[in-house]
T-cell receptor, first 115, second 114 residues
Framework: AQSVAQPEDQVNVAEGNPLTVKCTYS??????LFWYVQYPNRGLQFLLK??????LVKGSYGFEAEFNKSQTSFHLKKPSALVSDSALYFC?????????????FGTGTRLKVLA | DVKVTQSSRYLVKRTGEKVFLECVQD?????MFWYRQDPGLGLRLIYF???????EKGDIPEGYSVSREKKERFSLILESASTNQTSMYLC?????????????FGPGTRLTVL
Protein backbone atom coordinates (compact mmCIF):
# COMPACT_ATOMS: atom_id res chain seq x y z
CA ALA A 1 0.00 0.00 0.00
CA GLN A 2 1.17 3.51 -0.73
CA SER A 3 1.86 5.55 2.36
CA VAL A 4 3.66 8.42 4.00
CA ALA A 5 5.14 8.17 7.48
CA GLN A 6 6.12 10.90 9.87
CA PRO A 7 7.66 8.84 12.64
CA GLU A 8 7.74 11.58 15.28
CA ASP A 9 4.55 13.05 16.72
CA GLN A 10 6.53 15.89 18.27
CA VAL A 11 9.98 17.36 17.87
CA ASN A 12 11.45 19.75 20.43
CA VAL A 13 14.42 21.93 19.56
CA ALA A 14 16.09 24.91 21.18
CA GLU A 15 15.96 28.25 19.39
CA GLY A 16 19.02 28.72 17.21
CA ASN A 17 19.67 25.01 16.86
CA PRO A 18 19.19 23.12 13.58
CA LEU A 19 15.94 21.25 13.19
CA THR A 20 14.91 18.17 11.24
CA VAL A 21 11.38 16.86 10.72
CA LYS A 22 11.38 13.39 9.21
CA CYS A 23 9.28 11.97 6.40
CA THR A 24 9.51 8.65 4.62
CA TYR A 25 7.30 7.37 1.86
CA SER A 26 6.34 4.15 0.19
CA UNK A 27 5.00 4.52 -3.33
CA UNK A 28 5.46 2.84 -6.66
CA UNK A 29 6.80 5.04 -9.39
CA UNK A 30 8.29 8.48 -9.04
CA UNK A 31 6.85 10.49 -6.18
CA UNK A 32 6.07 14.16 -6.10
CA LEU A 33 6.75 15.33 -2.55
CA PHE A 34 5.49 18.34 -0.58
CA TRP A 35 5.81 19.92 2.84
CA TYR A 36 3.09 22.05 4.41
CA VAL A 37 2.93 23.94 7.70
CA GLN A 38 -0.14 24.62 9.82
CA TYR A 39 -0.10 27.40 12.40
CA PRO A 40 -2.72 27.32 15.19
CA ASN A 41 -6.28 27.80 13.96
CA ARG A 42 -5.14 28.20 10.38
CA GLY A 43 -5.25 26.16 7.21
CA LEU A 44 -2.16 24.53 5.75
CA GLN A 45 0.44 26.62 3.95
CA PHE A 46 2.76 25.32 1.26
CA LEU A 47 6.48 25.28 2.18
CA LEU A 48 8.26 23.47 -0.63
CA LYS A 49 8.06 20.65 -3.15
CA UNK A 50 10.24 18.16 -4.97
CA UNK A 51 9.25 17.32 -8.51
CA UNK A 52 12.52 16.51 -10.23
CA UNK A 53 16.10 17.72 -10.43
CA UNK A 54 18.31 18.75 -7.54
CA UNK A 55 17.74 16.61 -4.47
CA LEU A 56 18.03 19.62 -2.15
CA VAL A 57 14.97 21.81 -2.37
CA LYS A 58 14.76 25.27 -0.83
CA GLY A 59 11.44 26.71 0.29
CA SER A 60 9.75 29.41 2.30
CA TYR A 61 10.88 30.80 5.68
CA GLY A 62 14.42 29.37 5.34
CA PHE A 63 13.30 25.73 5.18
CA GLU A 64 14.83 23.15 2.91
CA ALA A 65 14.30 19.45 2.29
CA GLU A 66 16.47 16.68 0.94
CA PHE A 67 15.06 14.01 -1.34
CA ASN A 68 16.81 10.67 -0.86
CA LYS A 69 15.57 8.07 -3.31
CA SER A 70 17.51 5.15 -1.87
CA GLN A 71 16.17 5.79 1.62
CA THR A 72 12.74 6.91 0.33
CA SER A 73 12.92 9.96 2.56
CA PHE A 74 12.17 13.65 2.28
CA HIS A 75 13.26 15.23 5.56
CA LEU A 76 12.53 18.88 6.28
CA LYS A 77 15.41 20.93 7.68
CA LYS A 78 16.30 24.38 8.85
CA PRO A 79 19.79 25.48 9.96
CA SER A 80 18.62 27.70 12.82
CA ALA A 81 15.18 27.31 14.42
CA LEU A 82 13.00 30.23 15.49
CA VAL A 83 10.29 30.21 18.15
CA SER A 84 7.91 31.30 15.40
CA ASP A 85 8.58 28.02 13.56
CA SER A 86 6.53 26.22 16.21
CA ALA A 87 3.67 24.65 14.28
CA LEU A 88 2.31 21.40 12.86
CA TYR A 89 4.15 20.11 9.79
CA PHE A 90 2.74 17.76 7.20
CA CYS A 91 4.55 15.79 4.55
CA UNK A 92 2.53 14.81 1.47
CA UNK A 93 3.17 12.73 -1.62
CA UNK A 94 1.40 12.41 -4.91
CA UNK A 95 2.33 9.00 -6.25
CA UNK A 96 0.76 9.68 -9.65
CA UNK A 97 -0.21 6.06 -10.02
CA UNK A 98 -3.37 6.68 -8.00
CA UNK A 99 -4.52 9.51 -10.19
CA UNK A 100 -3.14 12.97 -10.55
CA UNK A 101 -5.29 14.57 -7.88
CA UNK A 102 -4.91 12.32 -4.94
CA UNK A 103 -2.33 13.23 -2.35
CA UNK A 104 -1.36 11.11 0.61
CA PHE A 105 -0.68 13.13 3.74
CA GLY A 106 1.35 12.07 6.73
CA THR A 107 -0.14 12.30 10.20
CA GLY A 108 1.79 15.43 11.04
CA THR A 109 4.68 16.35 13.35
CA ARG A 110 4.32 19.06 15.94
CA LEU A 111 7.46 21.18 16.13
CA LYS A 112 8.10 23.03 19.35
CA VAL A 113 10.96 25.53 19.38
CA LEU A 114 11.98 26.49 22.90
CA ALA A 115 13.33 29.93 23.71
CA ASP B 1 -3.26 37.97 -2.23
CA VAL B 2 -4.71 34.63 -3.32
CA LYS B 3 -7.41 33.22 -1.14
CA VAL B 4 -9.49 30.24 -0.26
CA THR B 5 -12.32 31.16 2.06
CA GLN B 6 -14.68 28.94 4.01
CA SER B 7 -18.11 30.07 5.10
CA SER B 8 -17.71 29.38 8.82
CA ARG B 9 -14.78 28.98 11.21
CA TYR B 10 -16.88 27.24 13.85
CA LEU B 11 -20.15 25.40 13.49
CA VAL B 12 -22.28 23.50 15.99
CA LYS B 13 -25.06 21.25 14.70
CA ARG B 14 -27.33 18.57 16.06
CA THR B 15 -27.40 14.92 15.05
CA GLY B 16 -29.55 14.40 11.98
CA GLU B 17 -29.30 17.97 10.70
CA LYS B 18 -28.28 18.68 7.12
CA VAL B 19 -25.07 20.68 7.08
CA PHE B 20 -23.60 22.77 4.28
CA LEU B 21 -19.95 23.83 4.23
CA GLU B 22 -19.07 26.34 1.56
CA CYS B 23 -15.68 27.03 0.01
CA VAL B 24 -14.75 29.77 -2.44
CA GLN B 25 -11.43 30.35 -4.21
CA ASP B 26 -10.41 33.40 -6.20
CA UNK B 27 -7.48 31.90 -8.12
CA UNK B 28 -9.40 30.42 -11.06
CA UNK B 29 -8.19 26.96 -10.05
CA UNK B 30 -9.62 23.91 -11.76
CA UNK B 31 -9.15 21.49 -8.85
CA MET B 32 -10.86 21.75 -5.51
CA PHE B 33 -10.73 19.39 -2.54
CA TRP B 34 -12.43 18.68 0.76
CA TYR B 35 -10.44 17.07 3.57
CA ARG B 36 -11.13 16.31 7.17
CA GLN B 37 -8.37 16.62 9.73
CA ASP B 38 -8.37 14.55 12.91
CA PRO B 39 -5.58 14.29 15.48
CA GLY B 40 -3.25 11.40 14.76
CA LEU B 41 -4.87 10.72 11.40
CA GLY B 42 -3.58 13.65 9.36
CA LEU B 43 -5.64 14.83 6.43
CA ARG B 44 -8.04 12.46 4.73
CA LEU B 45 -9.59 13.27 1.37
CA ILE B 46 -13.38 13.24 1.28
CA TYR B 47 -14.11 14.40 -2.28
CA PHE B 48 -12.40 16.35 -5.01
CA UNK B 49 -13.52 18.10 -8.15
CA UNK B 50 -11.45 18.75 -11.27
CA UNK B 51 -14.02 20.82 -13.12
CA UNK B 52 -17.48 22.32 -12.80
CA UNK B 53 -20.06 19.61 -12.11
CA UNK B 54 -17.31 16.96 -11.97
CA UNK B 55 -16.48 15.15 -8.77
CA GLU B 56 -14.70 12.06 -7.58
CA LYS B 57 -14.75 10.23 -4.29
CA GLY B 58 -11.76 10.39 -2.05
CA ASP B 59 -10.83 8.00 0.72
CA ILE B 60 -13.75 8.63 3.08
CA PRO B 61 -16.83 9.77 1.11
CA GLU B 62 -19.43 7.93 3.17
CA GLY B 63 -21.96 10.27 4.73
CA TYR B 64 -20.91 13.20 2.54
CA SER B 65 -21.82 14.66 -0.83
CA VAL B 66 -20.50 17.63 -2.78
CA SER B 67 -21.64 20.18 -5.30
CA ARG B 68 -19.70 22.29 -7.76
CA GLU B 69 -21.99 24.45 -9.86
CA LYS B 70 -19.47 27.25 -10.41
CA LYS B 71 -15.73 27.04 -10.87
CA GLU B 72 -14.91 29.10 -7.79
CA ARG B 73 -17.28 27.36 -5.36
CA PHE B 74 -17.19 23.86 -3.90
CA SER B 75 -19.71 22.80 -1.29
CA LEU B 76 -19.57 19.88 1.12
CA ILE B 77 -22.89 18.51 2.35
CA LEU B 78 -23.49 16.30 5.33
CA GLU B 79 -26.90 14.82 4.55
CA SER B 80 -27.61 13.76 8.13
CA ALA B 81 -24.92 14.83 10.54
CA SER B 82 -23.63 12.32 13.05
CA THR B 83 -21.35 12.72 16.06
CA ASN B 84 -18.51 10.89 14.30
CA GLN B 85 -18.43 13.71 11.77
CA THR B 86 -17.22 16.11 14.42
CA SER B 87 -13.93 17.27 12.95
CA MET B 88 -11.94 20.05 11.28
CA TYR B 89 -12.87 20.39 7.62
CA LEU B 90 -10.37 21.90 5.20
CA CYS B 91 -11.03 23.03 1.67
CA UNK B 92 -8.19 23.37 -0.84
CA UNK B 93 -7.67 24.26 -4.48
CA UNK B 94 -4.92 23.79 -7.04
CA UNK B 95 -4.21 24.34 -10.68
CA UNK B 96 -5.13 21.66 -13.21
CA UNK B 97 -1.91 19.61 -13.08
CA UNK B 98 -2.47 18.74 -9.47
CA UNK B 99 0.49 16.43 -9.12
CA UNK B 100 2.87 19.27 -9.93
CA UNK B 101 1.18 22.10 -8.14
CA UNK B 102 0.78 22.85 -4.49
CA UNK B 103 -2.62 23.11 -2.90
CA UNK B 104 -3.93 26.30 -1.33
CA PHE B 105 -5.94 25.76 1.80
CA GLY B 106 -8.73 27.65 3.48
CA PRO B 107 -8.63 28.39 7.22
CA GLY B 108 -10.84 25.41 8.07
CA THR B 109 -14.25 24.89 9.64
CA ARG B 110 -14.36 23.22 13.01
CA LEU B 111 -17.63 21.32 13.08
CA THR B 112 -19.12 19.94 16.27
CA VAL B 113 -22.11 17.60 16.01
CA LEU B 114 -24.02 17.16 19.27
Amino acid sequence: AQSVAQPEDQVNVAEGNPLTVKCTYSVSGNPYLFWYVQYPNRGLQFLLKYITGDNLVKGSYGFEAEFNKSQTSFHLKKPSALVSDSALYFCAVNPLTSGTYKYIFGTGTRLKVLA
Amino acid sequence: DVKVTQSSRYLVKRTGEKVFLECVQDMDHENMFWYRQDPGLGLRLIYFSYDVKMKEKGDIPEGYSVSREKKERFSLILESASTNQTSMYLCASSRRQGYLNEQFFGPGTRLTVL
